[in-house]
C-alpha cells in the first residue's frame, strides 16, 4: 500500500513547482505531440510554472506479486507556461518498495480532438525518473510514457522509485475522470484525469458504435 510519506513527498515536489517565480516572456513550446507520432527523446521543461490546483487524486494500484504504487493525478488552470492557453495534466508514478518488478509505462485516454505538448519536469528531482519516450496513438485518443533503461538516460521505474512530473499542456478547458494503465508485462487500470472529450471526437465515437451495433444485426 503506498505509504503517507510518499504522498506527501509527491505532492510537496508538485507544491514546489506551482509556487514558482513566472517565467518572463512567451512560454517555450516543445515539439507538440501530433496523433500517431513519438517524441524521442522528450523534452524536459520547467513546466508549470503556475496557475490553479482545479482536481487531484492519488490513486493506488495494485498486480498482486508482481507491482504495486500509486498514480498521482494533478489538473491545473491558468499554467503560464502553457503555449494553449488550456488546462495542464500531471502524472506521476510511484512503484511501492515492496514490488517485485520495475515500471516501463504509462498511458491515459481521453485526448483526441485536442492539441497536446508534451514534456517532462526539468530539472528532474533527485531519484526520480524521466521517460525516454512520449508519443500518441494514431486517433489521438492515447498518450503513453515509456521507461526504458539505457535509452536516452532514461531508466525504468524501480522498486522504491517515483517517476518525474509527466506533463501535458493542452487547449482543453474542463477536465473529466477517466483511466490510465501502468504496464510493465501486466497492465494495471486506474483512475485518474484527461480532457473532457472534444465534440467532433464524441461524434465519431457514436458513429462508430452505431456502425457495429449495425454490424452485429447482420
Known amino acids: 500500500m503506498f505509504t503517507g510519506l510518499c504522498a506527501r513527498r509527491v505532492w510537496s515536489a508538485l507544491g514546489s513547482a506551482l509556487t514558482l517565480s513566472l517565467v518572463a516572456g512567451a512560454p517555450a513550446l516543445a515539439d507538440p505531440l501530433l496523433p500517431g507520432t513519438s517524441l524521442v527523446p522528450v523534452i524536459g521543461e520547467p513546466d508549470p510554472t503556475g496557475g490553479t490546483t ?15 504504487g500509486t498514480l498521482t493525478s494533478v489538473v491545473i488552470s491558468g499554467d503560464p507556461s502553457n503555449p494553449y492557453g488550456g488546462l495542464t495534466f500531471v502524472y506521476i508514478i510511484n512503484n511501492e518498495p515492496t514490488s517485485r518488478h520495475s515500471l ?3 498511458t491515459v485516454n481521453g ?31 492515447m498518450i503513453g510514457f515509456s521507461f526504458f533503461a539505457g535509452l536516452n538516460g532514461s531508466n525504468r521505474v524501480l522498486p522504491g522509485g517515483v517517476s518525474a512530473m509527466l506533463v501535458l499542456q493542452t487547449n482543453a478547458t474542463s477536465w473529466t475522470d477517466t483511466f490510465a494503465s501502468v504496464i510493465n508485462g501486466n497492465v494495471v487500470t486506474v483512475p485518474t484525469f484527461s ?8 461524434a465519431l465515437g457514436v458513429i462508430g458504435l452505431a456502425a457495429a451495433s449495425r454490424r452485429r444485426r447482420r
Request: without cysteine; negative net charge.
Open 54 to 68: 482545479v482536481a487531484w487524486m492519488s490513486q493506488p494500484f495494485n498486480s498482486p506479486g508482481f507491482y504495486s
Open 104 to 106: 516501463g509505462r504509462l
Open 111 to 141: 485526448y483526441g480532438g485536442f492539441l497536446v505538448d508534451a514534456s517532462f519536469k526539468s530539472p528532474v528531482a533527485l531519484g526520480d525518473t524521466a521517460p525516454a519516450i512520449a508519443d500518441r496513438d494514431a486517433v489521438g485518443d
Open 195 to 202: 480532457p473532457v472529450p472534444a465534440p467532433g471526437a464524441a
